[in-house]
C-alpha cells in the first residue's frame, strides 16, 4: 500500500479528533483567535443584512479571519473529496444501517444519504425539513446558545467553562431526542 | 493577506472533516443511537488535546507570533444555553451537520446543504431580530 492510498482510507478517531484539538492552540498562536464557527454565520449576517439589528452592527471585517477560515473549510472539504476520495462505501455502524434501512434509506455510498440530500427533494415535505428547517434551527439554536460544537463542546471546555458544560448538554439532549424521536417520524410521515 | 493562514488552517481542518467521515450523516446518526463510539472518540480526544494546550499556553504564558500575549474569553451562563442548545442539538441529528460540517459538506459536492446553510444564516438572523424578546 502507498501513502496515498493509506490517506485515502477512512481515517481513525484518535488521528482525527487530536488533529481538531490542536485548532485550538493553533488559532490562538498564530492571531489570539478563539476557535468557534458558528460566528460565521452572524459575520454573514452582519456584512449582507444587518438592518439595525444590535446583535450585527459591529465591524464584521476585523472579525473577518472567521470567514477565511470556513472558506478554507470548504476547500479543504473539495480537496478531500476530490483528490483524497475513499472508494468504498462510508463506514456505518451495522446497527445503525439496520435502522436506517427501515426508513427506506439503503444507499451507504457517500457522506450523506443521496436518497435525502439532493436538489430533486428540495420542494418536497422532506426537504423542506432537511434543509430548510433543519438549517433554521441550526442558526438560530446556536446563536441563541452563543456558540456551537466548535466554540461551547471543544474551545469551552478546553478552557474549562463550566457554561460550555451547560451548552454541550442541552446540543446532546436535543440530538437524541431528535434522532430517536423526529427523525424516524419524518421518515414515517414524509 | 494576514487572513490567507486562518484559510490554510481550514483547509486542513476542512479534510480532517472529510477524511475521519466526521461530516458524515450517518455518524451523527450512530453517536445518537449509541451505536459507535466514533464521535464520542473524536470529540473527546479533541477535548482532551485542547485542554492540555491550552494549559501549557496559560502556565508559560504564551504570546502569539506577532507578540500578543494570548487570552480566551470567559463563556457566560445564561438560560439561552439551555433553549438555544436544544434548538441546536434538534437541527443537528436532522441535519447531520454542526456550522463547520455545513462548510465541508458542500466543499465536498453535497451542493444542497447551501440551501441549509442559507437557512441557518436565516435562522441567526432571525435571533438577533427576536434577542430582547427571548428568555435569556
Same mark, same amino acid.
Given at each position: ?9 477512512? $481515517?481513525?478517531?484518535?488521528? &482525527? ?27 454573514? *449576517?452582519?456584512? *449582507? ?10 465591524? $464584521?471585517?476585523?472579525?473577518? $479571519? ?26 456505518? &455502524? ?24 439532493? $436538489? ?10 432537511f434543509f430548510v428547517i433543519g438549517g ?8 441563541? &446558545?452563543?456558540? *456551537? ?29 431528535? &434522532? ?11 | ?5 486562518? +484559510? ?34 473524536v470529540i473527546g480526544s479533541a477535548v ?71 437557512? +441557518? ?16
Amino acid at each position: 500500500m502507498n501513502i496515498l492510498e493509506f490517506i485515502k482510507q477512512p $481515517w481513525p478517531w484518535y488521528v &482525527a479528533g487530536p488533529l481538531i484539538g490542536l485548532t485550538v492552540p493553533t488559532l490562538l498562536i498564530i492571531g489570539n483567535k478563539a476557535f468557534g464557527l458558528s460566528s460565521s454565520l452572524r459575520h454573514i *449576517c452582519a456584512s *449582507c443584512v444587518p438592518a439595525d439589528i444590535p446583535l450585527f452592527n459591529y465591524d $464584521w471585517k476585523k472579525e473577518s $479571519w472567521n470567514l477565511f477560515f470556513v472558506a478554507g473549510i470548504t476547500i479543504g472539504g473539495f480537496l478531500a473529496a476530490t483528490f483524497l476520495d475513499n472508494p468504498n462505501p462510508v463506514e456505518v &455502524a451495522p446497527a445503525t444501517a439496520t435502522l436506517l434501512n427501515s426508513y427506506g434509506i439503503t444507499d451507504f455510498n457517500d457522506l450523506l444519504p443521496a436518497q435525502v440530500f439532493n $436538489w430533486e427533494n428540495l420542494f418536497t415535505m422532506r426537504g423542506l425539513i432537511f434543509f430548510v428547517i433543519g438549517g433554521f434551527m441550526i442558526g438560530f439554536g446556536t446563536r441563541y &446558545a452563543n456558540g *456551537c460544537t466548535s466554540g461551547h463542546s471543544i474551545t469551552g471546555l478546553s478552557n474549562l467553562q463550566w457554561p460550555s458544560l451547560v451548552a454541550t448538554i442541552a446540543f446532546m439532549v436535543g440530538g437524541f431526542i431528535s &434522532a430517536n424521536f423526529f427523525v424516524p417520524l419524518i421518515f414515517k410521515l414524509f | 493577506m494576514k487572513d490567507i493562514k486562518y +484559510a490554510i488552517v481550514g483547509i486542513m481542518f476542512g479534510i480532517v472533516f472529510v477524511k475521519a467521515e466526521i461530516i458524515s450523516w450517518f455518524r451523527i446518526q450512530e453517536m445518537f443511537h449509541l451505536h459507535s463510539f466514533f464521535m464520542y472518540g473524536v470529540i473527546g480526544s479533541a477535548v482532551m488535546v485542547g485542554m492540555l494546550s491550552i494549559f501549557i499556553i496559560k502556565k508559560l504564558k504564551m504570546k502569539t507570533i506577532d507578540g500578543v500575549p494570548i487570552a480566551l474569553e470567559d463563556k457566560k451562563y445564561h438560560k439561552g444555553l439551555i433553549f438555544g442548545g436544544l434548538i441546536f442539538g434538534f437541527g443537528w441529528a436532522i441535519t447531520g451537520a454542526c456550522p463547520g460540517p455545513l462548510y465541508a459538506q458542500i466543499g465536498s459536492g453535497f451542493t444542497i446543504v447551501i440551501v441549509t446553510l442559507l437557512s +441557518a444564516t436565516a435562522g441567526t438572523w432571525v435571533y438577533g431580530k427576536l434577542q430582547d424578546k427571548l428568555p435569556h
